[in-house]
């Protein structure tokens, strides 16, 4: 799960997908109380961290305050070594695909463009929409975020920018291989077929699309390439 704290608890901002977490129907927005009997008021986040990690195959019960639940929520999980799939992708119906990203990861962009290229083959046809769902994806490494928005966007469109009075503060990342690449020597995304840059397209998010999500979300927004839905 990704968290962040709030009022002294620990705030679920997503469970990430095909984990223990996932499965057991922990949501997003779920203040985690307790872990097994520890009250988590006065932890830290990494404090909170450390309890919940562990060794695969031992057991962590987690007590959850939701939203619209008068009592707390006991949910016991057995840990895992966690294993996710960045980019998921299928057909809609004809014509029409959909592409869900989980997390942001080290091969994001590699993954969205075999995506891509795997959906225009089960096509046998130019797509005419796009389904990008981010609901629930916390985010992840930022290069991963500048190379999905670069799949869709005009070569050296701005996907993201900092500012700050250090020099070393401004910084611009544009749909440009420099700034996505981080080292690869293959550009996963520079085969994917052209109309892909226009073809119309929905970004599905919710309370749980966060970082690297709002990113791009944004990114595609500013440039009119996506409606944003949630």
């Known amino acids: 799960i990704e968290i962040g704290s709030e009022d002294g608890l620990v705030k679920v901002i997503a469970p990430i997908e095909d984990t223990p977490a996932f499965r057991a129907g922990i949501k997003s927005g779920d203040l985690i109380v307790k872990i097994d009997e ?15 990690r562990g060794k695969p195959g031992t057991k962590v019960t987690l007590t959850l305050a939701r939203k619209g639940e008068s009592k707390p929520l006991v949910v016991p999980l057995t840990r895992a070594v966690i294993k996710t799939k960045s980019v998921k992708f299928k ?11 989980t997390q942001f990861q080290e091969h994001s962009t590699a993954d969205l463009g075999k995506a891509l290229e795997g959906l225009y083959k089960q096509n046998k046809a130019p797509l005419k929409g796009i389904v990008l769902d981010l609901r629930n994806d916390p985010g992840g490494l930022l290069h991963g975020a500048v190379g999905v928005s670069a799949a ?5 469109a701005l996907v993201v920018s900092t500012d700050g009075r250090a020099d070393d503060a401004k910084r611009k990342y544009l749909a ?9 020597r293959e550009d996963f995304i520079r085969n994917v077929p052209a109309s892909i840059k226009s073809v119309p397209m929905v970004v599905l998010v919710n309370g749980g699309s966060a970082s690297a999500s709002e990113i791009v979300a944004g990114a595609l927004q500013d440039h009119k390439r996506a409606v944003v839905m949630g």
Do not use: C, H, Q
């Not at 057909?91 to 990203?101: P, V």
């Not at 869709?152 to 050296?156: G, M, N, T």
């Open 176 to 184: 440009v291989p420099d700034d996505y690449l981080r080292g690869a």
């Open 38 to 52: 520890v009250s988590v008021r006065g932890l830290s986040i990494n404090e909170a961290v450390k309890r919940m």
């Open 91 to 101: 057909m809609l119906e004809a014509d029409y695909g959909y592409i869900r990203i």
């Open 152 to 156: 869709f966007l005009p070569p050296k």
